[in-house]
Nanobody, 122 residues
């Protein structure tokens, strides 16, 4: 089992940046593909970005391409989401997730963090 703890959320103005972190513990971190999801008030949870266990493959939803970057540091058991050029529609609770996979899935993640709030003002 993997425990995940997100941090780095906050309130920023449109056009600003935030860097989210997800610290993992409990199992071999490098065995897991990692993903970021988000859920806005009244909306369904949606996939944001994912990264393979090796860090060699990444995948993003279209609305964040060119603005968000996912990365991982297996030595630190941490995955990051660098968010630039933030828009009000990026406002959501952001969740870190993990799954045993050699690929980068957009669903069927097994382990989840508690979430961190990101609010983008206009």
């Amino acid at each position: 089992q993997v425990q995940l703890v997100e941090s780095g959320g906050g309130l920023v103005q449109a056009g600003g940046s935030l860097r989210l972190s997800c610290a993992a513990s409990g199992r071999t971190f490098s065995s897991y593909a990692m993903g970021w999801f988000r859920q806005a008030p009244g909306k369904e949870r949606e996939f944001v970005a994912g990264i393979s266990w090796s860090g060699g493959s990444t995948y993003y939803r279209d609305s964040v391409k060119g603005r968000f970057t996912i990365s991982r540091d297996n030595a630190k058991n941490t995955v990051y989401l660098q968010m630039n050029s933030l828009k009000p529609e990026d406002t959501a609770v952001y969740y870190c997730a993990a799954v045993l996979s050699r690929l980068v899935p957009t669903h069927n993640y097994d382990y989840w963090g508690q979430g961190t709030q990101v609010t983008v003002s206009s």
